[in-house]
Structure formats: C-alpha cells, structure tokens
C-alpha cells in the first residue's frame, strides 16, 4: 500500500476515529505510539464500542476486585496523504468508491 502513497511513508496522514463506550477515557499519546510512521491527524472519539460482563477479573491488567467488566473499542483507521508536488492542496483521502 504504501508504494501508492505519493511521498512515501513521510507524506502519509493517519486519521483514526474511536467509538468508546460513555464512561471510558482515550489516552491519545498510546493510541498515536501504535502508528511508527506517517503524520497523525487529531484523534475522533465518537460514543460507540460496548462494555459486557465477561466473567474474569485479572488484577495484573488493573481490574478492580470484583469487576468483570470488558470494553471494546471501535477503530476506523484510514490513511491519506499530501502530495508535495501541490503544496496548497488539501490532504486528500483515498476513495474506495471503485470498490478497489
């Protein structure tokens, strides 16, 4: 993918959009140490994601005594780029609206 990418690894924008449960809080530099290369855009967090009982309760993982409460988090990551040949273009997202 990332041959496609004009500029390479450098020109590349991450945009990442996270659906989290109401409640649950988005620690933004952990989420950005996952990408090791291309420009993050600022991070969207949307309500969304679910919480369940799960049955376990694994204090080394910092679960409180007595919660068994899983959280899932919805991830959108999608990239895009900037073309430095036009340097007053926008940021451009690929399309898949080809099916491609």
Known sequence: ???????????????????????????????????????????????????YPCGRVVPELGDAEGDDTALVVCAAVSIGYHDPELPSAPATPFSTSDGH
């Not at 041959?3 to 989420?31: K, Q, T, W």
Request: charged share 15%.
């Open 1 to 51: 993918m990332i041959e496609h990418v004009p500029g390479g690894r450098r020109n590349m924008l991450i945009s990442v959009r996270l659906g989290v449960p109401p409640g649950y809080a988005v620690h933004h530099d952990e989420v950005r140490a996952t990408f090791p290369y291309g420009q993050m855009l600022p991070i969207e967090v949307v309500p969304g994601g679910l919480t």
